[in-house]
């Protein structure tokens, strides 16, 4: 018995037919990146949709080689024995479209031009990616999730999957999500898209076409999303006031924080594309399944027929534990099955990433049910 | 019986001693720019310092012209019949050094150079305001102010003036303030900082030797700057998730919140100059009396002398109630006399800028309490 994947392969899925977007615009033809853990059941009951936040990718546990000292991005719960245990469960990751880890997006040619979409790629929805996921699920012989589980961002799509096909989804997990941005999220997001426009080697978003990236301005973005991942609490415990570290540039910083923050800042705006961050954080600002209040939250979900988890943590302030509770709160409403729990946690909106033992005995023990329902066996 | 001041009138006096600074340097002569309100009595008992936030200036309270419709930043709280009297009191309001409102700071020709000295200002610490701002008083010939009084920043140079000259301070007013900044109040300080030094036309902050100001890094300083003032629930009231209004630019926003967001940096990067503001954050990043733990912060305050009121907000999280308490809980085991409230509002820690009634009665019971100490009259 181990607890780790060992080493896990991506794969790249193409699709041919046309995908129109909620938006506008239409993509002719797209590819996935894809990685899938465990083995699928002869009934095809048991898979599990894995949908990842703002910069995750397809990459979700295991390892890509044996020389990598770091797994996917939540190997913590998801593999033998994990809450998303591979041994029941055949788990599906992806890299989400307009992304920049392999799947279709900004950095992709456009087939009209031979070029990079680039600032041109169509402007994409957390329903275009449920319909993208729900064409990927078609391409696998998959009928119907026995869950679909995401934390943040990825909580959205798992309760858009619950609205949009609730025949299809079994249970829905949302960790750390919140049913639609506030006022205060979109600004923040509004601030990371000003830090990469506003950076002179963004060029309108066709910095490509000038051999260069928005290094300083993604940077920057990031120094920004992260102050609001981590909590009041966790970044006193972590640097306090401390003076900055010696091993590391510390030029111009008079504390440890500032040094960490331009650290986090250089290292993403390398391995993340501006186009994709611009139109990833969009994503995030328009997604609303009330369409702006129009229908009150519980009418949306009362066409949903799954069970639900919720988990918030208590000190996540970019979607507080109060964001999860309008979930749950509609869900009642809408007289649906839903768990939650506020777990406590010094960690923020990180919480959701990061090895906790009530978070894993609790997000097991609603798996091992959802495994039951649908008969997966542990083929250990 | 009016309640404003009317036409104000700042104007500037010139200090030849050099003042030494606390980080290193000299400046071998400054100028502050100050504007008085109310008359100073007979035994000179009754004055009034009011320190100013980050962004702040030396105009507090009235207009400067007749046709101006915006009052200074502190109208609500000073005047006649308000909570800082000025029938009563004398009250003296200053632009810090290094600011860009008039008094010595980046935007000053350097004496030894003949130019400006931008970046090459000396960094300014809470205890060389407090320095400056006592030799104004003896200026002025005020050995004691009945009371100083600073929200933020503001609150901050309050408590170092308690610490630095007990004997000069009757009553030392603190509002929405912190003993000491946290690492996540340093990091969103250092996003700003940052925001302004990646601005292509920053130059090291040689800025003016090429005609052009960094003003799209100021702005966007502004920006993060700004949500960190306003709380969620008041974004949420004023803007929540309505689009762009039509009659103001709206180019690429798709919420009112973006655009609302934008217009107030543009507006902010033309009147404040960015060494400046560099210089300002930097200042509240270093204040810390306990010096850095040290000294616990109540053994610091045992040598005040003065009677204290701490007032905080109850939806502020740039400071919230919890850094106030700490100062209320240091002055409690330092046995010195403090009147504390924890006032409910939706305004953030912009709060302290904002008329309520229940802030404007306890505020000006207090100070009413202090007027009376000195036998101030009321001169209406």
């Keep these: 018995m181990t607890d780790s994947l060992g080493v896990v392969t991506p794969f790249s899925i193409a699709f041919e037919k046309p995908l129109t977007l909620e938006r506008g615009g239409t993509l002719p033809r797209y590819e996935l990146m894809v990685e899938t853990y465990g083995t699928l059941n002869a009934d ?6 894995v949908c990842h936040a703002l910069s995750g990718d397809h990459h979700a546990a295991g390892f ?3 020389q990598d000292d770091k797994p996917g991005w939540w ?6 024995n994990k809450p998303i245990d591979t041994n029941r469960f055949f788990v599906v990751s992806l890299n989400n479209l307009g992304g920049c880890s392999g799947s279709t997006g900004p950095l992709t040619d456009n087939p009209e031009t031979g070029a990079p979409y680039g600032p041109d790629f169509p402007e994409v929805t957390v329903s275009d990616w449920v319909e993208s996921q729900a064409r990927l699920a078609d391409h696998l012989g998959i009928d119907r999730f026995a869950a679909i589980v995401g934390g943040s961002l990825g909580g959205m799509q798992a309760m858009q999957w619950a609205i949009t096909y609730p025949e299809r989804i ?3 997990v949302m960790i750390a999500a919140a049913p639609r941005l506030t006022a205060q999220n979109i600004a923040f997001n509004e601030v990371a898209r000003q830090a990469i426009m506003r950076d002179p ?3 309108d978003g066709h910095y490509a076409a000038h051999d260069v990236i ?5 940077g920057l973005a990031r120094m920004v999303g992260h102050i609001t991942y981590l909590s009041d609490i966790a970044m006193g415990e972590k640097f306090g006031r401390q003076t900055p570290r010696s091993d590391r540039d510390a030029e111009g910083a008079n504390f440890a924080v500032e040094q960490y923050l331009r650290y986090q800042g250089q290292q993403f705006s390398h391995r993340f594309d501006a186009n994709s961050y611009i139109l990833m954080t ?6 609303d399944p009330t369409d702006n209040e129009r229908i009150p939250l519980a009418e949306v979900l009362r066409q949903t027929q799954c069970r639900f988890l919720v988990l918030s943590f208590t000190t996540d302030w970019r979607f507080s534990p109060a964001r999860s509770e309008e979930i749950v709160n509609a869900l009642i409403h809408a007289e649906r099955p839903v768990s939650y729990t506020r777990l406590e946690s010094t960690h923020g909106h990180d919480a959701f990433l990061i090895a906790d033992p009530t978070y894993e005995s609790i997000f097991k023990a609603f798996m091992d049910r959802v495994s039951d329902d649908v008969g997966a066996t542990d083929e250990r």
Tied chains: 1, 2.
């Design 44 to 49: 095809k009951s048991n898979a599990v949709l």
């Design 170 to 172: 079994g249970a829905c």
């Design 75 to 80: 190997d913590h719960y998801i593999g033998p």
């Design 282 to 287: 969009r994503a995030l600002d328009y997604f």
């Design 214 to 218: 928005p290094a300083s301005g993604v």
């Design 201 to 203: 080697n963004f060029f």
């Design 64 to 66: 890509h080689t044996d």
